[in-house]
């Protein structure tokens, strides 16, 4: 694959100087739980972004609308039963929980209540999905910055890295064949999709995966793929 598509390649998160020696802790140090924060916080403001955009929802909420849709719960309730299942998948795929796994539900929740009444709520299609494309950028960028700091992912991150190390298939098509899937199946349900829920399906795993390319290729000491 040429170089300049190297970041389609990468499987694994690096270890960086903000990466935790351990996900597992309940004294994290200092500096991986600010990066942890501050990469949480980004991913918040991108899931926001592409609410406020008007152009969709995000894969997950579209399959919890089609859950809704077929068991007549709460949107709510869906979310965390779905939650709940993607994480006893955590133990198949031995996946590792820690003090991220928490902060994840609480600092993007926080960030997503904060952030949404100050974004704006454009009109017409042309501006809608730049605005929803921005927030793809933005939930991958904060998306690598949190997963470097190896303090536990959150739910579905965790389903996506569990099934990278089962397939050694790179962490882009891992993400993109989740989130497509989880489309695909919101839809069948009766889940309303947008042209954002399409963005954010077809490039959450690419987003990912070069902003993990980018701080490895910044920050660290020897480069590999």
């Known amino acids: ?109 926080l960030m997503l209540d904060f952030s949404l009444p100050y974004l704006p709520t454009p009109d017409g299609v042309i501006l809608q999905s730049l605005q929803a494309l921005i927030g793809v950028l933005v939930t991958g960028l904060g998306g690598g910055i949190y997963l470097i700091a190896n303090l536990g992912p959150g739910p579905r991150d965790g389903l996506m890295t569990g099934l990278q190390q089962l397939t050694n298939m790179p962490i882009a098509w891992v993400r993109s064949g989740i989130e497509i899937s989880v489309v695909i199946v919101g839809w069948y349900l009766g889940g309303t999709v947008g042209l954002g829920t399409i963005l954010f399906a077809f490039l959450i795993g690419p987003s990912v995966a070069t902003s993990l390319y980018c701080f490895e290729v910044l920050f660290g000491k020897k480069h590999k793929i």
């Open 1 to 109: 694959m040429p170089d300049k598509f190297a970041f389609l390649s990468i499987k694994k998160i690096p270890t960086l100087f903000w990466s935790a020696p351990k996900p597992l802790t309940l004294r994290p140090p200092l500096l991986s739980f600010v990066f942890l924060c501050i990469g949480l916080a980004l991913f918040g403001l991108g899931e926001a972004l592409l609410l406020a955009s008007g152009a969709g929802v995000s894969p997950w909420t579209v399959f919890a609308e089609g859950v809704t849709n077929v068991t007549g719960w709460s949107i709510g309730l869906a979310t965390f039963i779905i939650s709940i299942c993607v994480l006893l998948t955590w133990i198949p795929l031995r996946q590792t929980p820690g003090i991220g796994t928490i902060a994840n539900a609480i600092i993007i929740a």
